[in-house]
């Protein structure tokens, strides 16, 4: 069996955002019952014994008290923010990482017929910092919204 011819064209920076923003929301989707727990424990951890919500006390007590009082559904609060910062954030920290880095490279010159040199480590330290931050900038206000959400009691 002969393998597919490698095509070395570049991927469309379109494509890498939503390809990037797509998987990130995807794992999310899993990981979201774990973060509602885990906020609401930071929460309310520090409450009185009085309290109804004392319950916050061990994961598995939180996780059960929270589907008693709210349903499954309760352990996936604030997942509309968390899909908006994951299409903003790790779109945009993946996306922003290759064509980066590019640039980085074609600030150091060799503007020559082929391909470029590979890339060196600051080069890429750099590439993952920027294209990061500009993501972290672009999100943080749909992180607050989705820790808001999250504590959000029903």
Not at 10 to 16: C, E, F, G, I, K
Not at 35 to 42: A, D, G, I, P
Request: hydrophobic letters at 45%; glycine letters at 12%; charged letters at 15%.
């Amino acid at each position: 069996m002969v393998p597919p011819p490698h095509n070395d064209a570049p991927v469309p920076l379109a494509l890498r955002l939503l390809l990037a923003g797509t998987s990130a929301v995807t794992a999310q989707l899993a990981c979201q019952p774990i973060e509602t727990v885990k906020v609401r424990l930071q929460l309310f951890d520090s409450m009185d014994a009085a309290s109804p919500y004392r319950g916050y006390s061990s994961f598995t007590g939180g996780a059960r008290l929270l589907v008693q009082s709210e349903g499954v559904a309760g352990l996936w609060k604030g997942m509309l923010p968390s899909a908006l910062r994951e299409m903003s954030y790790s779109s945009l920290r993946y996306g922003l990482f290759v064509p980066t880095l590019t640039a980085i490279q074609g600030l150091e010159g060799g503007g020559g017929d082929g391909p470029p040199p590979p890339a060196a480590m600051w080069q890429r330290f750099l590439a993952g910092g920027i294209a990061g931050g500009v993501g972290a900038a672009v999100a943080n206000p749909a992180d607050l919204l989705k820790a808001r959400m999250q504590v959000e009691l029903s």
